[in-house]
């Protein structure tokens, strides 16, 4: 049988980008022979609607029978005042959290044609490809005990870093995985200087890094990262880190690159009986209700989402280069949507225009 797919566009512009993604899908089928079993369902404010919950128990079932599941974006001014535990945004946590993707692979990659659009100097940013890997089911957003409590005369606020060996081993694995198929490097980031979870995870992931013989290991305080980042990114291939210092580095990377509309995502969990790994495909940016339903949306984060499920889910790292390509090409010719403009008097095309683009 064919892989599948479950496609949950969700709100916003969600379902316009994720129409140029279908096209994409559709190529790969007529030119390349790699077709795929594609099913779509609703997630978000667009499940609420029809359901009352942000994600129906049957969408969660087949996100669970899926190789993997590439969503648009959810939420949305309309849904702003729902009770918390209906909120769009839940759909995607539920997703997140039963299908247990505890990697969030975040690559940072510049390309040449929008180097300038970087907050930092060209040279500084060209050629930039970078990931970063950040653990995403643990640590001080879910570790025990947490909450606000009376003290004396006070109250105090509590949350906890907490990391097992074993969340921490199989984040650390899948770094050293993906640094096999990239520059072999890794650098881990915590502050073993000052957090017993650090001391704990730099000595995880080193001994995780003895089973990968070929991959370089270093180790930097985070906060270290954080400035080594800005300085020279360059100097990094796969970066592994925690949940909160991930959040917090992975958004600093992201605007080394530029637009919101250009970021990926990929989050992955275990291996499931045919050796893929669970996943969830998704775009960086939301649902973008300023420019909803006027042709004006990227859809090259949600492209390029894809083109990290051909390599992560399906093993077609080749036929991910063939697209990314694509997009660098469409880039280098000048075809910008809005979000890519620097100046005026060039005219965007719209999402549907890119999207032809690519394809052609
Ligand atoms: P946003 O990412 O939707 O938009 C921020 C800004 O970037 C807007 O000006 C938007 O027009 C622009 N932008 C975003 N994606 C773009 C694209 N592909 N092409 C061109 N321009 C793009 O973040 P915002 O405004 O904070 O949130 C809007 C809604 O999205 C909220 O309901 C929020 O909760 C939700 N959201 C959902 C996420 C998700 O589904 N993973 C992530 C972030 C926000
Ligand atoms: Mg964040």
């Known amino acids: 049988p064919n892989p599948s797919i479950l496609i949950l566009p969700g709100d916003g512009i969600g379902p316009e980008v994720m129409t ?97 659009f970087s907050s930092l100097k060209k040279d500084i940013v060209a050629g930039l490809d970078i990931m970063i890997v950040r653990e995403l089911t643990s640590g001080v957003y879910f570790g025990e005990p947490r909450g606000i409590f009376e003290e004396g005369n006070e109250r105090v606020g509590i949350n906890t870093q907490r990391y097992t060996e074993s969340e921490i081993e199989r984040a650390a694995r899948s770094a050293f995985e993906l640094a096999m198929r990239r520059g072999k490097k890794v650098c881990s980031m915590e502050k073993a200087n000052v957090m017993e979870s650090g001391i704990l995870w730099r000595e995880v992931v080193t001994r995780v890094a003895a089973d990968y013989p070929e991959v370089e290991l270093s180790h930097m305080y985070a906060d270290n990262g954080a400035m080594q980042l800005v300085r020279a990114p360059k100097q990094f291939d796969v970066i592994l880190t925690d949940n909160l210092f991930g959040d917090i580095l992975s958004d600093c990377a992201a605007m080394l690159t530029g637009s919101l509309g250009m970021l990926p995502s ?40 894809f083109a990290m499920a051909l390599r992560y889910s399906f093993d077609l790292g080749a036929e991910a280069d063939r697209l990314e390509a694509a997009v660098e090409k469409v880039l280098a010719d000048g075809v910008r949507t809005a979000d890519l403009l620097a100046s005026e008097g060039v005219s965007p095309v719209s999402t549907s225009e890119m999207g032809d683009a690519i394809v052609a």
């Open 266 to 305: 990929a989050s992955l969990g275990a291996p499931m009986e045919n050796g893929r790994p669970k996943a969830l495909y998704e775009p960086v940016h939301g649902s973008a209700p300023d420019i909803t339903g006027q042709g004006k949306a990227n859809p090259i984060a949600c492209v390029l989402s």
């Open 20 to 116: 140029e993604v279908r096209k994409i899908i559709g190529w790969f089928g007529e030119k390349r022979d790699i077709s795929f079993d594609v099913s779509e369902d609703l997630v978000g404010g667009a499940a609420y609607d029809k359901h009352g919950v942000p994600l129906a128990d049957e969408t969660m079932a087949k996100a669970q029978e899926a190789d993997a599941v590439l969503l648009g974006a959810v939420g949305g001014p309309k849904y702003d005042d729902l009770d918390f535990s209906v909120k769009p945004e839940r759909g995607l946590l539920r997703l997140r959290k039963e299908m247990d993707l505890y990697s969030n692979l975040r690559p940072a990659q510049c390309f040449d044609a929008l180097a300038d």
